[in-house]
């Protein structure tokens, strides 16, 4: 998914480069949706995997 937002990300630098101010707005709004996106995953399997851990040991 990280991958996915960084090419948002590049896309939107190359859009906002050219003067596609639109399409550039619309891919950062992506790429920042899909960025914290993954951040909530990975903070979600951190804590089930701080759990599994617990419960372990």
Partial sequence: ???WA???FVV???AGFFGFSG???GAATISK???FI???IFALFL???LLA???IF
């Fill in 1 to 3: 998914m990280l991958k």
């Fill in 6 to 8: 960084l090419i948002f």
């Fill in 12 to 14: 939107s630098l190359v």
């Fill in 23 to 25: 399409i550039s707005a």
């Fill in 33 to 35: 949706w899909l960025f």
């Fill in 38 to 40: 993954a951040l909530a």
């Fill in 47 to 49: 804590i089930f995997g």
């Fill in 53 to 55: 851990g617990e419960a």
